[in-house]
């Protein structure tokens, strides 16, 4: 199902449980794309993945980090299409090492591009092109390795360009400030992919820290970046993106992320960390009493608030 032929939803409520958009959506066999850059990383949706024990996923994103570990290390993951990996400003992805060396049992398959590549894809998947052509991937090897990159001739000047194919995801998940009841999402700060996810994948789950009134969107129009016509479910969940971050909400927590080297090196440590904090809880909120009030109020956004534009007329 390309974006182009994407029915619109119109008008409705959409708002659910994590747990009811993930069964909806997700299942076995399924791609799916958690986005986010940097700060916007839904961790609770990555977290009610393992908890579902959905297996075989194709798992997509320009920079896996964490979640992404969690799930190969849960073994929800089959296949990794992605273009940097690892634990921002620690180290590696410990699970991801394991599962894609020569010798493991149960090794994932890996398929890599740039960062250009990868938004190129989605670019082309968002557009309802079959390909993007870019001036990339000249004397790399990595086209040795990625099905989805070709060389083509330019009809207009006969120039030999790189082509990548155009990304289609199963299912995809962005984490947002605030969005309406019908999905109309509004994003501020560091921005990833999210559009071009949006209009890319044949699903998409909307998760957010605040759920507003529509009027509130309206009187903000320039921040929407995900219009409701393109979402199947939209869920509520306040600090969904813990260790990693949501400007204007809470930081990202970056102790979380030193300590996780550690946790993750070792498969019994690994193995803890996922009964107690991903199988024993069943839901984000539970997950949060069990890190304790101490951490939303270290990690609680102090306000810095940004004038208002008159939109008049």
């Given amino acids: 199902m390309h974006s182009a032929i994407r029915k619109p939803k119109l008008g409705s409520d959409k708002v659910v449980s994590m747990s009811e958009a993930i069964s909806d959506s997700v299942k076995s066999g399924s791609s799916v794309l958690i986005d986010g850059f940097t700060h916007l990383i839904c961790f609770a949706a990555g977290h009610e993945i393992i908890r579902q024990q959905i297996r075989n996923l194709t798992a997509i994103r320009l920079t896996p980090d964490l979640v992404y570990d969690q799930m190969i290390e849960a073994g929800c993951v089959s296949k990794l299409v992605f273009s940097w990996a690892g634990n921002p400003g620690v180290g590696s992805l410990h699970a991801l090492r394991r599962r894609s060396q020569g010798d493991s049992p149960s090794r994932i398959e890996l398929e890599e591009y740039t960062h250009f590549g990868m938004v190129a894809r989605l670019l082309a998947g968002s557009a309802g092109l079959p390909f993007w052509p870019l001036k990339n991937f000249e004397g790399s090897s990595i086209v040795d390795f990625s099905s989805g990159i070709k060389f083509i001739e330019c009809p207009f000047t006969g ?26 999402a509004q994003v501020w700060g560091l921005f990833g992919t999210q559009r071009e996810v949006a209009f890319s994948c044949k699903k998409l789950i909307v998760v957010a820290e605040e759920i507003v009134d529509s009027s509130v969107i309206r009187r903000d129009p320039n921040r929407t970046l995900v219009p409701g016509i393109v979402v199947d479910h939209v869920v509520h969940e306040p600090w969904g993106c813990h260790p990693s971050y949501v400007q204007g909400y809470y930081d990202r927590d970056n102790d979380f992320y030193v300590k996780w080297e550690e946790i993750s090196r070792d498969t019994t440590t690994y193995a803890k960390y996922l009964d107690e904090f991903v199988f024993s809880v069943r839901d984000r909120s539970e997950y949060l009493k069990k890190m304790g009030s101490g951490l939303m109020d270290r990690l609680k956004a102090k306000p810095r608030m940004c004038e208002g534009v008159d939109y008049g007329y």
């Fill in 159 to 184: 120039e030999r360009v790189a082509a990548v194919s155009a990304l289609h995801p199963d299912v995809g998940i962005l984490h947002c400030q605030r969005a309406d009841k019908e999905g109309n």
